[in-house]
């Protein structure tokens, strides 16, 4: 595989899950934290907090802070323990660092100029705004990957790679979708890869379940009473408990890796509610992983509007969350509704390896037509913390601003309408 590469680079020997408990890591998080933390001050990270207790879930969930951030100075992390959460937050903050702050070779050209010498990959197929400023004569920066599929170096758009979000930006920003999806860190580059890799399907996934009308969103329901893996079951009544109500859809989409999205919504009726609805989604290739991110990104995601630091979180988006109606027909459509789908249906891998694990990735992506995923190692050998980001030409982005471009998955899926925008 051209991903054995990447693996020889980092050490011998297969990268064996050791860790397995609502994640697969090579190492306990114990560990992963013990190995980072002396960088932590040359990052800028002043703080990691444990936010847990302001609400009443009880589901570990830490922000880590650092103020001189280029994107966000704040991140999150969640985990079924503690240790786990605050890895989470940290490695989280620690691959924005790097993604902030690139200082491998770049490229400065056109797309038609670059692909007569280059491997170049196929920008079509890269997500984009209506408001792309993106042609192929438009000079813009490059960044080089490797195509995990191939093997080959190939060039890709450093607007999508970088997170620098200071001004000015550099030429030709604003040709294709900038974010932070697709970029993961790991205790070994193939961890990282791997969590990118299912990132990056997770999001394709959630575009195109929300295209689908309610009636067929229903059909993806879980019933969750049959959910029979212990750590999510676990979860699951941390949530009761608490007086919180749960629905879980099956998202998997034609790749074929279980994916879940999750939303949480208060149980009382309330006049003046004070806590907001809240979602998480996960993907993994084992089924009980996925569903476990899922429902601690849910619990994370309504901890971050309890604890008010996220710096990309406008009033508006308060307000937006806090809105009577809206939370009156989330507890509607979760209360009414009942979930047909057994998670034992839903698909599942048990590998052994990380390499297991990405090998599977890669043969089900290739089975859905896809046929590029580059991946740029943005690890820094002064810390040797493993970095990538990962561009998944053909996946669809997220689909959050009313200006994305439906990509030819979302168009099929709607039957070949709506080329530009939203339906």
């Not at 969750?224 to 007086?243: K, Y």
């Not at 989604?281 to 476990?292: I, Q, T």
């Not at 979930?339 to 034992?344: D, K, T």
Request: proline letters at 6%; a negative charge.
């Amino acid at each position: 595989m051209p991903f054995d590469l990447i693996a020889r680079e980092n050490g011998a020997g297969p990268a064996l899950k050791v860790h397995t408990a609502g994640t697969h890591r090579i190492v306990a998080p114990e560990e992963t934290l013990a190995r980072v933390s002396p960088f932590l001050p040359v990052m800028g990270i002043t703080r990691v907090a444990n936010v847990t207790g302001l609400d009443t879930v009880g589901i570990p969930v830490v922000m880590v802070t650092r103020p001189n951030s280029r994107s966000v100075s704040v991140s999150q992390g969640k985990g079924v323990t503690l240790a786990a959460a605050k890895a989470s937050g940290v490695m989280e903050s620690i691959e924005s660092f790097h993604a902030e702050r690139i200082t491998l070779p770049l490229k400065f050209a056109s797309y038609e100029e670059l692909r007569w010498t280059h491997r170049v990959v196929d920008v079509a197929r890269l997500p984009r705004l209506a408001s792309s400023s993106f042609t192929p004569h438009t000079p813009m920066l490059w960044i080089e990957g490797v195509d995990l599929m191939s093997g080959a170096a190939k060039w890709v758009p450093f607007d999508m790679v970088h997170l620098n979000y200071t001004l000015p930006l550099p030429p030709g920003s604003g040709a294709f979708l900038a974010s932070s999806n697709g970029l993961a860190s790991g205790n070994h580059r193939l961890e990282a890869v791997s969590h990118a890799v299912t990132e990056l399907v997770e999001r394709d996934a959630a575009t195109l379940w929300h295209l689908l009308d309610e009636e067929a969103q229903d059909a993806t329901r879980l019933d969750l009473d049959r959910v029979d893996d212990t750590v999510c079951r676990s979860l699951l009544g941390r949530f009761d408990t608490a007086g919180v109500d749960v629905a879980a859809w099956e998202i998997t989409s034609d790749v074929g890796l279980p994916a879940f999205l999750v939303r949480i919504v208060p149980r009382e009726e309330s006049p003046q509610h004070t806590v907001r609805p809240a979602t998480g989604m996960g993907c993994h290739v084992a089924r009980e992983v996925a569903l476990s991110r899922a429902l601690t990104e849910a619990a994370q995601s309504r901890l971050t509007f309890i604890s008010g630091a996220r710096d990309d979180m406008p009033r508006a988006q308060y307000l937006k969350h806090l809105d009577g109606g809206l939370i009156d027909r989330w507890q509607a459509r979760i209360r009414d509704g009942q979930g047909a789908r057994a998670f034992a249906a839903c698909p599942t891998a048990t590998g052994r390896t990380v390499e297991d694990d990405l090998s599977l990735q890669m043969e089900r992506l290739r089975a859905a037509g896809i046929e590029e995923a580059v991946a740029v190692d943005l690890t820094k050998p002064e810390f040797g913390i493993p970095v990538v980001r990962v561009i998944i030409p053909g996946l669809e982005g997220i689909d959050e601003s009313p200006d994305y471009l439906y990509g030819h998955r979302a168009r099929t899926l709607l039957g070949g309408t709506h080329p530009e925008g939203h339906a």
